[in-house]
């Protein structure tokens, strides 16, 4: 059984920076490409960002494009999610979820995935 956990959310100011982490026990994260979701309160998660496994490649959502930042440590088996200027709109819960990156763009309907694995979340408030 696959465990996530994430970890860093709170509250913060419009303009304000949280870096958000993820992590797992009993396996090696590297081994698959990790995306980070976001659900506002009465909507579905939506894609934010994905970082590949093996090269490393990060996608990202059009709204967050610029702002945020995914970033693996390897020697800490652990994903990070760095959210710069952040925004009210960018509250919600942020999971994170091993799946292929091509299923970013959905949460249940879409292409079968070949893994999809989910933490818990962690609550990202912004406010003044």
């Known amino acids: 059984q696959v465990q996530l956990v994430e970890s860093g959310g709170g509250l913060v100011q419009p303009g304000g920076s949280l870096r958000l982490s993820c992590t797992a026990s009993?396996?090696?994260?590297?081994?698959?490409?990790i995306s980070w979701f976001r659900q506002a309160p009465g909507k579905e998660p939506e894609g934010v960002s994905c970082i590949q496994t093996g090269d490393g490649t990060t996608y990202y959502a059009d709204s967050v494009q610029g702002r945020f930042t995914a970033s693996r440590d390897n020697a800490k088996n652990t994903i990070y999610l760095q959210m710069n200027s952040l925004k009210p709109e960018d509250t919600g819960v942020y999971y994170c979820a091993a799946r292929p990156c091509y299923g970013l763009g959905y949460y249940k309907e879409g292409p079968t995935l070949t893994y999809d694995y989910w933490g818990q979340g962690t609550q990202v408030t912004v406010s003044s």
């Open positions: 009993e396996f090696t994260l590297d081994r698959y490409s």
